[in-house]
Structures are given as C-alpha cells and as structure tokens.
C-alpha cells in the first residue's frame, strides 16, 4: 500500500521516532529496576508481564503522536484527503505502519528485558507468547490509531491522547499481562492462556469493526 | 397520560418508586441470612444505580450512532445529557459500593470485578467530558464525542469480562443462572427500587435536555445581541 | 459548454457562525473563476467545498458532473488542489513524493509523467534531494507539479501566487498558459492584477455571499473601485 510505504520510508530514513521509542522503552526497565528493588533480591517475577506491557503501551503513546503530528505539518493530511482513496484504507495503512513500528521496537526490547527481568528459559512457550504479542499490539495499534487521528485534530493533541486512550486500553491491558506473565513466571501452553487469547482476538476483531464503521467520521472535517 | 410523563411529574413518581422501595427493603424484606445482615440492604440502591448508569451510557450510544447517521446535534446534546448523568450514577455506585464493602467485609476498597470496572467507567467517561472540551467546533465535537461514545461503551463489557480473569473478588453474584436468587419479598424490593432508579433517570434526561436546550438559545442570543 | 461546476445555495456553519449564506454560481468548462474578498470572507471555504475537503451544510454542489457529497471519489479524480501549504513530505525526495501521489491516484505512466513535470517545474536537478532542503520557492513549484500529476480537468487555486519569487511566478504563469485550454479553474486570489489578467469571470464574495459578479473584460481601475466598494478592507494591486 502506497501509503504504507510511504510511512515506512520516511520513518526509516529520519528514524527519530524509532530511535526515541526504543530508548524510551530501555530507559524505562532501567528505572523499573531500581523503583521496584528496594528491597534487597526483592523478586519481580510476577510483575514482568506488567512491565512490559506499561512500557510499550506508554511508547506507542508517543509513537502515535509523531505519526500524526507529521500529518498535520504542511497539511500532509489535506494531501491525503484529496486523494481518491476511502478513509478507511488510510486507517489501515496508518495502523499497519504503527503495527510494524511497535514490532520493531519489541524485537529490540524483548531481549533485552529478558535479559534484565526473566529467570526462567521461555523458548518452549515461545510460540503462544508471539500470539499473545501479535493480538495485543493489533488491539493496541488500531484503537491508539483511530484515537489519534481524533485527537490530533483537538486543541491539546497529544494531551489528550492518554486521557482517551489509556482507559479503553484497559482490557488488553489486562489480558496482556496476565497471559505474558504466566509465561515468564511459570510457562503456559495455549491451554492455560485460551481464554485470554480469544479475549484478546475477540477485542480486536470488536474494535477494528467499530474504526472501521467510525473511521470516516473521525478523520473528516 | 401526557400528565404523568412530564417533568415534574416524573421526578415525583421517581420519588415515590424509590421512597416505596426504601420501605419495602427495610421491612418488608427478611434480613439477609448471610453474614453481612442489615447492610446487605443497601443492595436494593447499589445495584439498581449501577445498572441506571449503565442504561444511561447505552441511550448515549444509540444517541451517539443516531447523530453519526443525521448529523442533527439533537443526538448529541442527549448523549451529552446521558454520559453526565451516567457518569454522576456511576459515581454513586462506586460510593454506595465502598460503604458496602466496609460494612459488610470492613475494607473499603477491594480490586474486584465490579467496582474496578466502575471505577474505569468514570474515567471512559470523564475522558467523553474532556474530550469535548477541547473541541471548539460544534459539529466536529459532536462528531468526535459520538464516535468515543460509541467506542467507549463497547469497552464496558470488554473491562468487566476482562477483570473477571483475575482471582474471584469478594462481590456476591445475585443474578446466578440458577434464578435470582432472591426470595419473592426481596426480588418485589429490588424490583420496585429499580422501577424508581430508571424513573429518576428518566426524569433527569429530560430535565437536563431542557436545560441544555435553554443554555444554546441563551448563547444564541448572546451572539445576535453581541455579534 | 457544458457545467463544470455548479453550485446551489451553499450554506455551511462553523460552530454557531453562518461562515457561508447561501452561495449560488455557475463555472462552464473551460472557464477560469478568480474569486476575491477580505480574508475570513468565505473565499478558502467555498474553495475547500468544491475539493471534497468540507461537507457542506446545505445546498448542492457539483464538480464536473458529480455531487461532491454524494459522489466525492470520481470528483477528486478530476480536481488538481494548489493552496499556499505544499502538502509535502518534508523528510521524502521530491521524486519519492511525487511517485506518492501517483500512486495514490493511480496515475498510469508514472515515471515519464513525473520526469515530464519535475522538468517542466525546472526541479530535475534536485528530484534526489530531500523536500526539506527546498527553498519556498522550489516547494511551491513541487506542490504544483503534485497538483497536476493525475492530469485533473479542473484546478482549484488557493492564493497560488502568494509567496512566490518572480521565477517561480513565471513558472507558473507559464504552465497555466499552457494547459489553459481544455482545463477548468477557480482562483482565490488578493492579486487583482493576476485574477484580473487569468479570469474569465470574476466574482466577489463578502461575508458568505457573492457581493458582485461579472463576466471578464473589467478595466482594473474601475475594478478597484468596485472592490473598495464592496469591501472594507482592501487589498494590494
């Protein structure tokens, strides 16, 4: 898709907004290290699922506003609303981009954080914990996308994009978690996390239904 | 007919409906033979808020796909009127909630599934709030409320359904699928509480729409004289 | 000739503000439409109507043959847009950009068509350099080439004129010339003169509605006279 494309390339070529995500996301474990720890040999294990998550739910906050914020610069966003396109490809696009940004930064993060905060070997559970990354990080994408183009188009934008998107987040928040840390503490197969996961896969089905009805409406004027 | 269903009308059948109710729950109904004993009673006001609140967000999501689809800002000054007025049930039930909780398990505040989905519901909503705040343009206000309305309430049940993975809470299910749950003196209680809470509701977003109604003709005005 | 645009009692309200009363006009093809008027008058409004960029909120209007609110998509295939904001990548080349849009309106001979236009625009020497390193000028001149790439029938003009060195004014002159014939065009500008010199009917709209209309051949001195007339503030010959 062009505008995919064209996403991706400006992205890669500036990598502002990646390079900031990531040290964003690595800063924030070194800071969870030393507010959680203490007490000395305090254990974290049941608290990694939740960090990690927190961490990449608050560096898409930031990752959102760039990609829109670029949008309203030069009125880019006019450009793209002449253009003979329906909006909601341009919801599609938009979040598919953002889908593969968080992508990228996981796969730098992930390691890292294992390194940092897991004990136990997950590589058996690997496969059910990329579901569960996968179907999160849709959920996260397409809300955080239709959320943005609302807010950007508001008086305090990237204020305002917390507050509304932080309490819908809330769910897959939950589900997240939950399942992320099961892995890491004990190790689940699918069995253990099948409700969570066809949470997560319901949510997300809901949700890019409804961007999908609403979509029009929030990017037009 | 038309008398019974005017404002003052409804708010004084309201009225009745939840004073007959108060009675009925005290001393028509047994005490509740668990051990949470005469607090159990404020469940026939906690639970009926609750579910008002919830009536109300739902009116605002219908409101909410109606102005979508006509653009007529009718649609929205109700979905306005139904988030404020949902939002100020679901601050009751979180209050009541709490009052209970300390009454019958003496704490006052639990992680539970239902009052932390409450508690995410006031913030959904009070985000609606500041969400229009900070668009001044009318029709893209509306615009952007509606479709957060419409998103926000589908997440209602997503947060409870999700709340509900964690360790069983110390809330009593009532509606069990084996029945209510209830003896009949209770269930006639519960049901007449519930009858006023809506009736209250009703009253309100009537109220409310008046005054919101007179609240745009006195700025029109405004603009004519000034402008 | 037949109607390229026509509109009919175009209302449009921004918030409790009437910005648009009841617009009514016609364009057959071919035409060039300069409209003037203060600033805040409508002018950009009506323009960003006729673009599918705004709903309007009542009347009708058409743009080569289709109803811009039921009908955008075939509308933005025939309408080229040039305002005074490039709607450029700043961190893509121009060719990156370009082959962008073209993508995006699914323009078929994609790569001659962007050389033809960045030599035409005099950009072919920079086509590799990043739209951020471009001079105002040398961005205007890229925002046209973009405006054109799908070869739309009608041109919308939002104050193409307005920062422009006197090369790039050329420039442009020069390629209005030469598609004149066979295009359609709006024009919102505050230059009299070039709305004078292009315009084949020239139209003033105050406070949402057409205070005066007429067909070309105006002397400009008695132009400015009528548009001091008609308007409180005026604006620069």
Redesign the interface.
């Known amino acids: 898709m062009a505008i995919l494309r064209k996403d991706l390339i400006r992205e890669l070529r500036t990598r502002e907004m990646l390079i900031s995500m990531i040290l964003f996301v690595l800063l924030a474990m070194v800071i969870f290290h030393y507010a959680f720890t203490v007490k000395e040999g305090a254990d974290l294990t049941y608290f990694t699922g939740g960090m990690l998550w927190v961490t990449f739910i608050f560096a898409m906050l930031l990752g959102l506003n760039r990609s829109f914020a670029q949008e309203k610069d030069e009125r880019c966003l006019d450009g793209l609303l002449l253009c003979p396109v329906d909006r909601v490809t341009i919801f599609f696009a938009k979040t598919a981009g953002n889908l593969i940004f968080l992508l990228i930064i996981q796969v730098v993060a992930v390691p890292v954080f294992t390194l940092f905060f897991v004990e136990r070997s997950y590589v058996g559970d690997l496969l059910p914990f990329l579901v569960v990354l996968l179907l999160a990080d849709v959920g996260i994408c397409a809300l955080g996308t239709l959320l943005a183009t609302i807010s950007m188009n508001t008086r305090s934008r990237d204020l305002l994009l917390p507050i509304i998107f932080l309490p819908l987040i809330v769910p897959v928040l939950i589900a997240a978690t939950g399942a992320t840390t099961l892995i890491f503490a004990e190790g689940a197969g699918f069995g253990g996390l099948l409700a969570r996961v066809l949470f997560l896969l319901g949510f997300d089905v809901v949700f890019i239904v409804a961007a999908y009805g609403t979509y029009d409406f929030a990017i037009g004027e | 007919m038309k008398q019974l269903v005017s404002a003052p009308a409804l708010f004084v059948e309201a009225g009745i409906c939840l004073v007959v109710g108060l009675l009925l729950a005290f001393l028509y109904a047994p005490v509740d033979a668990s051990s949470m004993g005469f607090s159990q009673k404020i469940f026939f006001y906690h639970v009926p808020i609750a579910e008002t609140a919830l009536v109300a967000f739902g009116v605002a999501f219908v409101a909410a796909i109606a102005y979508?689809r006509t653009q007529d800002l009718k649609w929205d000054r109700l979905g306005l009127v139904c988030v404020r007025l949902g939002l100020l049930f679901s601050l009751l039930v979180m209050v009541t909630g709490m009052i209970w909780g300390k009454a019958a398990w003496g704490v006052w505040w639990a992680w539970e599934p239902r009052l932390t989905t409450f508690l995410?519901v006031c913030?959904?909503y009070i985000?609606y709030l500041?969400?229009r705040s900070?668009?001044?343009?009318?029709?893209?206000r509306a615009?952007?409320a509606?479709?957060?309305a419409?998103?926000?309430f589908?997440?209602v049940p997503?947060?409870f359904?999700?709340?509900r993975?964690?360790p069983e809470g110390l809330h009593p299910v009532v509606i069990t699928t084996s029945g209510t749950g209830m003896e009949g003196s209770m269930l006639v209680s519960f049901l007449v509480s519930m009858l006023g809470m809506t009736l209250l509701l009703v009253a309100f977003i009537r109220r409310d729409l008046t005054v919101e109604d007179l609240k745009d003709r006195v700025?029109?005005l405004k603009?004519t004289i000034g402008g | 000739m037949p109607l390229e645009i026509e509109v009919e009692g175009l209302r449009k309200t921004f918030g409790r503000r009437e910005v648009l009363k009841g617009l009514s006009f016609s364009l057959e093809r071919g035409g060039f439409l300069s409209i003037f008027g203060p600033n805040g008058a409508g002018k950009t409004t009506t323009l960003r109507v006729l673009a599918t960029l705004l709903t309007a909120g009542a009347g009708t209007v058409r743009v080569a043959g289709h109803d811009v609110r039921e009908d955008p998509m075939p509308v933005r295939r025939t309408i080229g847009f040039i305002s005074h904001n490039p709607m450029l990548y700043l961190d893509l080349t121009a060719e990156e950009n370009l082959r962008f849009y073209a993508d995006m309106y699914g323009v078929d001979d994609r790569e001659a068509r962007i050389t033809e236009l960045l030599e035409r625009l005099e950009l072919s020497h920079r086509r590799h350099d990043v739209v951020r390193t471009y001079s105002k000028g040398m961005r205007q001149r890229l925002a046209i080439a973009r405006a054109i790439l799908h070869r739309p029938r009608v041109l919308l003009l939002d104050e193409p004129h307005s920062g422009l060195d006197p090369r790039a004014v050329d420039i442009l002159d020069g390629l209005l010339t030469e598609i004149r014939d066979e295009h359609t065009f709006v024009m919102v500008t505050h230059n009299i003169a070039k709305g004078l010199e292009w315009g084949t009917r020239l139209m003033i709209i105050e406070h949402g509605r057409i205070a005066y209309e007429h067909a070309a051949g105006v002397d400009p001195g008695s132009f400015s006279a009528v548009y001091r007339e008609h308007v409180q503030e005026g604006s620069v010959l």
């Open positions: 979508l995410l913030f959904l985000a500041v969400l900070v668009v001044e343009e009318e029709q893209r615009t952007y509606a479709v957060f419409i998103i926000a589908i997440d997503m947060t359904f999700a709340t993975f964690l700025a029109d603009n």
